[in-house]
C-alpha cells in the first residue's frame, strides 16, 4: 500500500516536470572606452539590465541597438580587454534593503563603505521605479523642521516636499543639508544622505558629523565618490531613493539629501557621450531634465491609505558665479517646490547661514508651518521683504523719518536674528521665543554680539518659565495674545535689568 502510493506520487512528480532547455546568455565584448562599452549580441537583454563581466565587474545596459548594445561600467573596468566574455544576469539594477542599512554606508549597489561587515536584508528593490500615482498620494501639511531659522521662517519644508539647495562652491549647501538631518534626532526620521561624485574624504567628514550629533543610527550614506566609474555615480541617487521608498511604505518619514545634482548631470553626461548619444545644450544629452524629474517626482507624502509615510527631498546644486538660469540649476529650480538660494556674497560677509531670502521661496511651506509658528512668523517674513526694499533706497543718503529710522532698525535686527552657527539649531517653539521678542522690538539697535547674547538669554527665560509651551506649539495650539506679551514682557523685564 505504502510503496504504491509512493510510486504514485512519484509518478506524478515525473508528469508535472517539463524539460526545459534554458539557454544561458553569454556573449563578448565588443568595444570598450573609459567607463563604458559596447557588447555584441544579447538579443533579449533589456534596459537597465545588469551584465557580468570577468574579474567581477559589472555593467549596466543604457543602449539597445540591433546587433549589439551599449553598457556603462558599475566598477573598475581596468582588467576588461575586448573579446572578453560577457554574462546576462536577467536582474534589473537592484539594491538590497532592510532596517539594518541604518547606521551604514553603502555604494548604490549595497556593498558596504564602512567595513562593518555585511548586512542581512530583506529584499531587493530596483533601483529604478515609477513614481508613486496621484491618487495614492495627500497634500504636504506636516512640517519638516530643518532647526534653521532662516529656513523654517522663510522658506519652510513640508514633508513629502521637495526643496533645492543652490549656490555656488563653498556657500554652506551641504551645511545646511546636514543640520536639517541633524535637527531630525530621535523624532523617527529616517534620513539618507546621498553623496555623488565628492571626495572620499569629504563624505568622510560628513559621517564624523553625524556620529557627533547622534543622528548615525538613524542615518544611510549612500555614496559614489569621484573616483568612482561615472555609471555608479549615475545610479546612486536612484539607489538612495529606492531605500527611502522601503521605509516610506512602511509608514517612515524619510528625508534624502543628494549632495549633489550638478556632478550627477555631469556623471551621465560623460556617459551619454561616450555611449555616442547626440549632445545638446551644454553638451547634456537631450533627457538630461527627465533623468532628474523622474528623480525628484518620487518625493512624495503618502496618502493615509498608504500608510502617510513621506519621503521629503533635497536636491542640492552647485551654481557658477551665481547664474541660476545656467541650464541645470533652471531644470531643477522648475522641478521642485522651491529653492534656498545661498550667496556668495553673504557667505562672504560672514553672513551666515547665507541664504538670499529675496531669491529664495518654497511654493508649499507655508501650509505646512505649525499655526503658532506660522502666527508669530507670518507678519516678520512680510515686514524682512519691505525692509530690503527700503534699505535699498536708503543707500541714497535720503533723510530719514524717525519711522523709517525704526523699520531700518528693526529689519537690521531681524538679518542678525536670522544669523546661526552650523549645529546650533533651534526647536519650533525656542524660535517662536525668538521671533517673538524681535517682532516686540527687544533686540533694536543692538549689534551683532548684542544680539547673539540676549537671543541666548531669551532662550534661557524660556527654558525656565514657558518650557510646557514646547508641547503646545508641537499639538498645532495657537498660542494666545496673552501667552505671547506674558512672555515678551519676562524677556523684556530681563533683557532691561542687564543694561
Ligand atoms: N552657518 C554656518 N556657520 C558657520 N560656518 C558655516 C556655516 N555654514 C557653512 N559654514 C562653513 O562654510 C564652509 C563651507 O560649507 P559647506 O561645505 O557646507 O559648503 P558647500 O556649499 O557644500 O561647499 P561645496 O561646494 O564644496 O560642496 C564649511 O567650512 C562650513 O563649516
Ligand atoms: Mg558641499
Redesign the pocket.
Known amino acids: 500500500m505504502k510503496t504504491e502510493r509512493t510510486f504514485e506520487a512519484v509518478a506524478k512528480s515525473i508528469d508535472n516536470t517539463e524539460a526545459q532547455l534554458k539557454k544561458e546568455e553569454v556573449s563578448v565584448v565588443q568595444s570598450i572606452s573609459s567607463g563604458t562599452a559596447i557588447v555584441s549580441g544579447l538579443e533579449n537583454v533589456e534596459m537597465d539590465e545588469l551584465l557580468q563581466f570577468e574579474h567581477n565587474v559589472q555593467g549596466m545596459v543604457q543602449t539597445l541597438n540591433r546587433n549589439s548594445v551599449g553598457v556603462v561600467f558599475l566598477s573598475n573596468p581596468d582588467k576588461i580587454k575586448a573579446g572578453d566574455r560577457v554574462m546576462r544576469t536577467g536582474r534589473v539594477l537592484d539594491v538590497p534593503v532592510s532596517e539594518n542599512l541604518l547606521g551604514r554606508a553603502i555604494n548604490p549597489l549595497g556593498e558596504v563603505l564602512d567595513g562593518k561587515g555585511a548586512y542581512a536584508y530583506d529584499e531587493r528593490r530596483p533601483v529604478e521605479v515609477e513614481a508613486v500615482p496621484i491618487m495614492d498620494r495627500a497634500p504636504v501639511d506636516t512640517p519638516l523642521q530643518t532647526g534653521i531659522k532662516a529656513v523654517d521662517a522663510f522658506t519652510p519644508i513640508g514633508r513629502g516636499q521637495r526643496e533645492l539647495i543652490l549656490?555656488d562652491?563653498?556657500?554652506?549647501?551641504?551645511?545646511i543639508a546636514l543640520d536639517a538631518i541633524i535637527n531630525q534626532k530621535g523624532n523617527g526620521t529616517i534620513c539618507i544622505y546621498c553623496a555623488i561624485g565628492q571626495r572620499n574624504s569629504a563624505v568622510a567628514g560628513v559621517i564624523d558629523d553625524l556620529q557627533k550629533y547622534g543622528v548615525a543610527e538613524q542615518t544611510i550614506v549612500v555614496s559614489a565618490s569621484a573616483d568612482d566609474e561615472a555609471g555608479m555615480q549615475y545610479v546612486a541617487p536612484y539607489a538612495a531613493t529606492s531605500i527611502g521608498e522601503y521605509f516610506m511604505e512602511r509608514g517612515r518619514d524619510v528625508l534624502v539629501v543628494y549632495d549633489?545634482l550638478t556632478n550627477h548631470a555631469r556623471a551621465y553626461r560623460q556617459m551619454s557621450l561616450l555611449l555616442r548619444r547626440p549632445p545638446g545644450r551644454e553638451a547634456f544629452p537631450g533627457d538630461i531634465f527627465y533623468i532628474h524629474s523622474r528623480l525628484l517626482e518620487r518625493a512624495t507624502k503618502l496618502s493615509i491609505e498608504q500608510g502617510g509615510g513621506s519621503l521629503t527631498a533635497l536636491p542640492i546644486v552647485?551654481t557658477e558665479a551665481g547664474n541660476i538660469s545656467a541650464y541645470i540649476p533652471t531644470n531643477i529650480i522648475s522641478i521642485t517646490d522651491g529653492q534656498i538660494y545661498?550667496s556668495a556674497q553673504m557667505f562672504q560677509k560672514g553672513l551666515?547661514?547665507a541664504i538670499d531670502t529675496g531669491k529664495s521661496v518654497s511654493r508649499v511651506g507655508g501650509d505646512a508651518q505649525l499655526p503658532a509658528y506660522k502666527s508669530v512668523v507670518g507678519p516678520l517674513k512680510l515686514f524682512y521683504a519691505q525692509f530690503e526694499e527700503l534699505e535699498s533706497f536708503t543707500k541714497f543718503g535720503t533723510q530719514l523719518d524717525k519711522e523709517t529710522q525704526q523699520r531700518i532698525a528693526r529689519g537690521q535686527a531681524v538679518r542678525q536674528v536670522l544669523q546661526?552657527?552650523?549645529f546650533s539649531l533651534l526647536s519650533a517653539a525656542e524660535q517662536i521665543a525668538v521671533f517673538a521678542a524681535t517682532n516686540a522690538g527687544l533686540f533694536d539697535g543692538m549689534d551683532a554680539a548684542q544680539i547673539a547674547e540676549a537671543q541666548n538669554t531669551v532662550l534661557k527665560i524660556f527654558h525656565a518659565q514657558f518650557g510646557k509651551l514646547e508641547k503646545a506649539v508641537l499639538d498645532r495650539r495657537k498660542l494666545t495674545d496673552a501667552e505671547l506679551s506674558q512672555m515678551t514682557k519676562a524677556f523684556k523685564d530681563v533683557l532691561n535689568s542687564g543694561e
Open positions: 549656490g562652491r563653498q556657500t554652506g549647501k551641504t551645511a549633489d552647485c545661498l551666515m547661514p546661526q552657527r552650523r
